[in-house]
């Protein structure tokens, strides 16, 4: 579940700001696995936006330590090869795939929608957890095999920002 609060504030007679931000949501990964942070706005109305991921907070403007940028239509920054866009950034899809989860992977991750005007940007909080990958046991009558599962297994939630 998401929802979003808005604080008004009052700047002049004429004018209110909003600051809009998400509660956060959760997502478990497995290690080695690919994981999807979801993030999403509406690209219809808003046009092609910056886009940015980072890891914990964000600060008032922009992102600290991007892990990932996206201008709305293409890929501008990356800090691995592990961080990708792998939604369709045509229809306002910018959710953040980890590749092969490790343990370090886990904490909050925030996506920035930058939403023009001032005060107006959308930020949404995940928190991942990294947990073992599953393991399957196979037995013969000679051997004993232990695999990792292939499906991640797990809580997923999805979470849009949008006014």
């Given at each position: 579940?998401?929802?979003?609060?808005?604080?008004?504030?009052?700047?002049?007679?004429?004018?209110?700001?909003?600051?809009?931000?998400?509660?956060?949501?959760?997502?478990?990964?497995?290690?080695?696995?690919?994981?999807?942070?979801?993030?999403?706005?509406?690209?219809?109305?808003?046009?092609?936006?910056?886009?940015?991921?980072?890891?914990?907070?964000?600060?008032?403007?922009?992102?600290?330590?991007?892990?990932?940028?996206?201008?709305?239509?293409?890929?501008?920054?990356?800090?691995?090869?592990?961080?990708?866009?792998?939604g369709r950034l045509?229809?306002?899809?910018?959710?953040?795939?980890?590749?092969?989860?490790?343990?370090?992977?886990?904490?909050?991750?925030?996506?920035?929608?930058?939403?023009?005007?001032?005060?107006?940007?959308?930020?949404?909080?995940?928190?991942?957890?990294?947990?073992?990958?599953?393991?399957?046991?196979?037995?013969?009558?000679?051997?004993?095999?232990?695999?990792?599962?292939?499906?991640?297994?797990?809580?997923?939630?999805?979470?849009?920002?949008?006014?």
């Amino acid at each position: 579940r998401s929802s979003v609060w808005c604080w008004f504030l009052h700047v002049t007679s004429f004018l209110a700001v909003c600051i809009c931000e998400c509660d956060s949501s959760r997502v478990k990964g497995h290690t080695g696995q690919d994981v999807t942070l979801p993030c999403k706005y509406d690209r219809k109305y808003h046009g092609a936006v910056e886009v940015c991921w980072q890891r914990g907070e964000i600060p008032i403007n922009k992102c600290s330590n991007q892990l990932i940028s996206t201008d709305g239509d293409k890929v501008l920054t990356r800090a691995s090869s592990r961080y990708q866009l792998l939604g369709r950034l045509e229809d306002g899809d910018v959710s953040l795939t980890i590749k092969s989860l490790t343990e370090g992977d886990a904490g909050r991750y925030g996506c920035r929608v930058e939403i023009p005007g001032p005060f107006n940007d959308e930020k949404l909080y995940i928190d991942l957890t990294v947990v073992p990958a599953p393991q399957i046991h196979t037995s013969t009558a000679s051997t004993t095999k232990t695999t990792a599962a292939s499906q991640t297994e797990g809580d997923r939630f999805k979470a849009v920002c949008s006014l």
